[in-house]
């Protein structure tokens, strides 16, 4: 397909990727010198293989080298981590990491601290353990998510194969190449092993408008994408993904006995911005149909090669297929698909039922003589005690681990005999309620900020569970009972996706946040900003006359639907009258 008219030649970064060799260089020359970092070329080309090169800020002296050390993020579809990967990634963060690990809100995990010299026997490691960072970063489809829930009714299963299908088939092919040759030295038994149907998909990459006209590299091209994609598969009425936040979100019926039908398909949706741009923003996703199951996989490849062509290439911060629906519309958006990508029929969307927020903390029957277990994890850090109580566990009962998008830990395959030696193991460590952590935490999310993160200005991980308990004392002072969805990041890019929260908290300034307020319970509705630069000393004389109207309303509707109705007048004068 012959990509939109452009008035200038492919920016630096553009160029950078087209002569990297699909992903290899300057990584590869760069990986065996004594450097103690990555040039900032080999940096962008070691995105796509999961990774970011990091320094610890809390360590940073005027005249002195800085603390480097790398991010590594898995590829978790689905967010499933078999026992064999957990006890390796444990390892290896303890090992040659910060001894900690991290669940993102992608339901993938994260090590830090790796250090330049250790990085190809850790990424290295994970391949052999039969895990891989490959895509898990980087300007290409990002890990794919589902409901992390190990249910064998309705459609979960259907839901989960379809995730690792779509997973399988963005998966690219030559830079899957590149990262053997780097990480395992060229071993092809790691490959990615796609199913028969989805190699029968995949061939067609090859073919008429999805093709990109490299041969190597038949979806994606030489120059990959615009930006990050990102991909996210549910069942009707389940929002435990952040439906409207993806790229393509797709809402997946089957029929009685669980087999799949077809799916509603919403595209566009992103949460990254820039402060004081306001070309940039963050954007809820628009239907686009629903297409029948057999047709599905065709659809995806075909959406991620339009965006391929047409995605802005020339300014980064435009890139995303959001802006590309916002431009032209989602009318003109499903025209061109049909007309030059995907021949199959796109018909009127099929009525959801209303959708929920899951967490599915607690204990929970998987399937006969199986149980899993919800494990609350504010912020998705894995540390101290309970890191090592959690690998005890998944090495004496070899169970699996599900991650969840809020975060949290699923721990599966639980047989009926084990039932109470875990409870009585999981009391050990001091979670005696999974099912009932504290209200305001228990759909919280942070993202990681600072130390480690290049992009923070402020505190988001670190600072978010005494911010809770701020906001409990408040709600308790003027006896509201009813919780509160809070996010809080760092800076503008929205990974802990605030933008979706009733209250939202994001980075502006050192101790300063914007406020955003209106989301909703269920994540359906876009917040909105309220104070460009809030300091965290005053969040409760700034949210106090909001919060006792709202007590006094008598708090039947959601904090975010009772924001909404006062309307954006009458909360400016409550958030002013401190």
Not at 9 to 22: I, V
Request: positive net charge; hydrophobic residues 40%; charged residues 20%.
């Amino acid at each position: 397909m012959v990509a939109d008219i452009v008035t200038s030649g492919p920016t630096k970064f553009e160029q950078l990727k087209a002569n990297s060799g699909h992903l290899r260089e300057p990584l590869l020359s760069e990986l065996g010198n004594t450097a103690p970092n990555f040039t900032e070329n080999a940096v962008q080309i070691l995105k796509f293989h999961g990774s970011y090169q990091q320094d610890n800020r809390d360590k940073r002296q005027k005249g002195q080298t800085k603390d480097w050390q790398m991010m590594l993020r898995l590829r978790n579809p689905a967010g499933r981590v078999p026992a064999q990967l957990y006890l390796a990634i444990d390892e290896l963060a303890e090992r040659y990491g910060n001894g900690t690990l991290r669940v993102t809100t992608r339901q993938a995990f994260q090590m830090h601290g790796v250090r330049k010299e250790h990085l190809k026997e850790v990424i290295g490691t994970i391949v052999r353990s039969l895990g891989s960072t490959l895509a898990a970063c980087g300007d290409i489809n990002r890990n794919v998510m589902a409901p992390a829930a190990p249910f064998s009714k309705a459609g979960y299963p259907a839901a989960r194969q379809l995730a690792d299908d779509i997973a399988d088939l963005l998966a690219p092919q030559a830079a899957e190449g590149s990262y053997l040759d780097l990480w395992v030295d060229g071993e092809l038994s790691y490959r990615i092993k796609p199913s028969a149907p989805v190699r029968k998909v995949k061939a067609r990459q090859s073919e008429g408008g999805v093709f990109s006209g490299d041969g190597q590299e038949p979806l994606y091209g030489s120059t990959y994408l615009p930006r990050k994609f990102k991909v996210a598969v549910t069942v009707p009425g389940d929002n435990s993904v952040d439906l409207l936040t993806q790229d393509i979100g797709l809402v997946l019926f089957c029929d009685p006995q669980g087999r799949p039908q077809g799916a509603n398909v919403y595209v566009g949706g992103g949460m990254g911005r820039t402060h004081n741009k306001e070309e940039t923003f963050a954007r809820t996703a628009d239907p686009l149909g629903y297409v029948a199951y057999g047709h599905l996989l065709d659809l995806v490849q075909a959406i991620v090669a339009l965006q391929r062509d047409h995605g802005d290439r020339q300014q980064r911060r435009h890139a995303r297929m959001k802006y590309l629906i916002h431009d032209r519309g989602v009318d003109w958006f499903r025209s061109e698909l049909q007309s030059s990508y995907f021949s199959h029929p796109i018909k009127g969307m099929r009525q959801e039922p209303t959708i929920r927020l899951e967490d599915y903390l607690g204990w929970h029957r998987q399937d006969r003589g199986l149980w899993f277990v919800g494990l609350p994890v504010l912020c998705g850090r894995i540390s101290g005690s309970f890191k090592a109580g959690l690998r005890r566990l998944v090495d004496t009962y070899k169970l699996e681990l599900r991650l969840t998008p809020n975060q949290d830990v699923l721990l599966c395959n639980i047989g009926t005999a084990q039932r109470s030696s875990i409870r009585a193991e999981l009391a050990a460590m001091g979670i005696e309620s999974p099912e009932a952590p504290a209200p305001l935490a228990r759909h919280a999310l942070a993202c990681p900020a600072l130390p480690l993160c290049g992009l923070a200005v402020t505190e988001a991980e670190r600072v978010l569970p005494d911010v809770l308990d701020r906001l409990d004392g408040l709600l308790h002072q003027l006896g509201i009972s009813k919780p509160v969805l809070v996010r809080m990041t760092g800076c503008p890019n929205g990974c802990a996706r605030p933008y979706m929260a009733e209250i939202g908290l994001v980075g502006s300034g050192p101790d300063l946040y914007q406020l955003w307020l209106g989301g909703t319970p269920n994540l359906s509705r876009l917040a909105e900003p309220y104070l460009e630069k809030m300091p965290l000393g005053e969040l409760e004389p700034t949210l106090e006359p909001l919060l006792r109207a709202w007590q006094v309303a008598g708090g039947r509707v959601s904090f975010g639907d009772f924001v909404v109705r006062q309307g954006r007048p009458a909360v400016e004068a409550l958030l002013t009258a401190a």
